[in-house]
């Protein structure tokens, strides 16, 4: 079946260093989400890419979809303290019943 | 005030009982998921429903059931043939593409 790996597992950086985490699926995908779940919380919908090579931006996180549709990045600039928490990516492979293949995560910290 | 719902947040079982973890949702969305939340596991699909009487297995739904009888409401069964019951239990509603997920319940198996 799908597979979604995800790196790195966990991320630990002073406050206003860059992060990025990568997300590889092993099957070609309709869609890519992205999901923060901040420590104690449930996972909040951040984006989605739909075209191949298609970048988006929210203030300082940059998401990326790669050209062959199977791979995928996030991008924080200068984190912040708020930034902390798990960043999950989800493939969806199309078909009429949707279903979301998650990564395992990334946990980054911030050090103030 | 929309959203969904999950009860109880925690949850405490013996070995060898059977639990129900209830997930409701006032969006009128006619999808509904159930993962399960191990550490550094990610979310793994358990079951979903596409509309109402009608549902399939995910990835790990040995062990599981569902019932969907009302649009609002998906309950979760977890029955003593789950062998590691304990786990953080995630309920979501999809409307379009996005999925919107419930707080949660953390259920304790001793």
């Known amino acids: 079946g799908q597979q979604v790996m995800q790196i790195p597992q966990y991320q630990h950086v002073q406050e206003g260093e860059d992060f990025t985490t990568y997300c590889n699926s092993s099957?070609?995908?309709?869609?890519i989400q992205w999901y923060k779940q901040r420590p104690g919380g449930h996972p909040v919908f951040l984006i989605q890419l739909v075209k191949s090579g298609e970048v988006k931006k929210q203030k300082r996180l940059t998401f990326q979809f790669g050209e062959a549709k199977k791979n995928s990045s996030l991008h924080i600039t200068a984190t912040q303290t708020t930034d902390v928490g798990t960043y999950f990516c989800a493939g969806n492979s199309g078909g009429s019943n949707y279903k979301l293949t998650f990564g395992k995560g990334t946990l980054l910290t911030v050090n103030p | 005030d929309g959203g969904i719902t999950q009860s109880p947040k925690y949850l405490f079982r013996k070995e060898g009982q059977n639990v129900t973890l209830s997930c409701e949702q006032n969006?009128?969305?006619?999808?509904m998921y159930w993962y399960r939340q191990d550490p550094g596991q990610g979310l793994r699909l358990i079951y979903y429903?596409?509309?109402?009487?009608?549902?399939q297995k995910g990835d790990i739904a040995e062990g599981y059931s569902v019932s969907r009888e009302k649009k609002e409401s998906f309950p979760l069964t977890v029955t003593s043939a789950q062998k590691n019951p304990t786990a953080f239990y995630l309920c979501a509603s999809r409307w379009r593409e996005t999925q919107y997920f419930g707080p949660g319940t953390r259920l304790l198996v001793l």
């Open positions: 099957t070609t995908l309709s869609n």
């Open positions: 969006l009128n969305h006619d999808a």
């Open positions: 429903s596409q509309i109402v009487n009608d549902f």
